[in-house]
């Protein structure tokens, strides 16, 4: 006798005319494919429309569906991958389904300039939310009611979800997962799209810097990957200069160039990067796993933990605990 399979969550995603395939792929990858290994109900995904049709996309192809907004409005999650055009605003139909969606408790969910449909149908007023950093100024013109924050990969506030560019989107989903089913599966996931397990939310967006030949650039490089095969030792600012052998303020230059932010800041989130397949595999006491990424002492790392994770290590431990560590070379 075939035991009944069970649902698992339900999540809609809307194409929109003009698109581009990237956002949406993002979603279909980690949300649409099936994965049985897992043995867990994974997602239920659901391509919409604001009308059932074909939706034309970036490259003169169209893809074809047949749901609209009332499946769409329907789903436990709701994303909004992009809108077509910044300077519009959404139709009211698309207002309505958003509302619909945050009246009866969907998780909602806005990828780059998808966060101005989640402003437009006033759901972001007074909230926390982010999008690409170069809609930022004109996002603000728009929706000053609206706490943007430009500078962060995505922000998790509740229902209401919003990520920065294209990229960023992948990380969002990705803590979705996580969210849902723990950081042993979300890992896995991450492994499969062959991406960082886990980059937070409150890390940088990339800033726009023009490419050059300058060799500096693959020194920074190189510094980078020493530190990260030294996060353990005493490194200061000095100290990576000395790997890239550059003075400690043409160091400086070149590395917020590179990199969006300062050696110190870049170093302190990698270190709490590192942390947390501790919290999440093992039992370590947390005075030892901020020793063994480099912090001097249990009350920096906590302090630091906070500051980018925006909980405790004990929280994060208490949430996230798998007490299984994944071996790194399973597929």
Aim: charged share 20%.
């Amino acid at each position: 006798m075939l035991r009944p399979t069970r649902r698992g969550p339900t999540v809609s995603v809307l194409a929109y005319d003009g698109m581009s395939v990237f956002e949406m792929g993002i979603v279909t990858e980690v949300f649409g494919l099936p994965r049985p290994e897992f043995e867990v109900p994974w997602y239920e995904l659901t391509v919409c429309a604001e009308a059932p049709g074909p939706v034309r996309i970036v490259g003169g192809a169209s893809l074809h569906t047949p749901y609209g907004l009332d499946i769409f409005a329907a789903a436990e999650t709701v994303i909004v991958p992009g809108v077509p055009d910044v300077t519009a605003d959404p139709s009211p139909e698309l207002v309505a389904a958003l509302n619909r969606a945050h009246e009866r408790g969907a998780r909602i969910m806005s990828i780059c300039s998808g966060a101005f449909a989640l402003a437009g149908a006033g759901l972001l007023d007074g909230r926390p939310a982010t999008t690409h950093w170069r809609y930022a100024d004109r996002f603000r013109q728009r929706h000053p009611e609206v706490d943007l924050d430009p500078d962060v990969l995505y922000i998790d506030d509740g229902p209401l979800l919003t990520s920065a560019g294209s990229a960023a989107g992948l990380d969002l989903c990705l803590h979705v997962v996580r969210s849902d089913y723990g950081p042993a599966i979300a890992n896995a996931v991450a492994r499969r799209l062959v991406i960082q397990p886990h980059r937070d939310g409150g890390q940088a967006q990339f800033i726009e810097a023009p490419l050059t030949a300058d060799p500096a650039d693959d020194r920074i490089a190189r510094s980078i990957a020493w530190a990260l095969a030294h996060l353990t030792e005493v490194i200061t600012v000095e100290t990576l200069a000395g790997q890239a052998h550059m003075s400690t303020r043409t160091y400086l230059r070149h590395f917020t160039r590179a990199t969006g932010t300062t050696p110190i800041r870049w170093l302190i989130h990698q270190r709490i990067q590192a942390s947390l397949a501790l919290l999440e595999t093992t039992d370590t006491p947390i005075e030892k796993i901020a020793k063994a990424v480099g912090f001097d002492t249990s009350v920096t790392y906590r302090h630091h933990f906070n500051a980018i994770m925006r909980t405790s290590p004990s929280a994060y431990r208490s949430a996230f605990h798998t007490g299984e560590a994944v071996p790194a070379g399973r597929p």
